[in-house]
């Protein structure tokens, strides 16, 4: 029903910067809110950055000043800039979708979730 497709991971030194990328796809009407977490080896999934259809924002202290979340609403995709990246970056982001309403089945919201970028952050 609904896609999601993440891309622009990759290895980067510390102090480099990376841009991800989340397009979704399917029979989109509308996707409330957006977002990226991620997972580091051993540890739980984190919130990194969230951004609602009207634009607003909200980041974990850890990407504050450092990661700028952005959407293009027309599109269906989301990016994530990341600056000034620190080897504790290194994982796997995963794109999100939340309140998906679909013209398949209007009145439902579904929530979807991408496979998943890894990003290497060298030190």
């Known amino acids: 029903q609904v896609q999601l497709v993440e891309s622009g991971g990759g290895l980067v030194q510390a102090g480099g910067s990376l841009r991800l990328s989340c397009a979704a796809s399917g029979s989109i009407l509308s996707i409330n809110v957006m977002g990226w977490y991620r997972q580091a080896p051993g540890k739980q999934r984190e919130l990194v950055a969230t951004?609602?259809?009207?634009?607003?924002?909200n980041s974990a202290d850890s990407a504050k000043g450092r990661f700028t979340i952005s959407r293009d609403n027309a599109k269906n995709t989301m990016y994530l800039q990341m600056n000034s990246l620190k080897p504790e970056d290194t994982a796997v982001y995963y794109c999100?979708?939340?309140?998906?309403?679909?013209?398949?089945?209007?009145?439902?919201?579904?929530?979807?979730w991408g496979q998943g970028t890894l990003v290497t952050v060298s030190s």
């Open positions: 999100a979708a939340l309140g998906v309403q679909l013209r398949t089945t209007p009145g439902r919201a579904l929530d979807a």
């Open positions: 951004i609602t259809s009207d634009g607003s924002t």
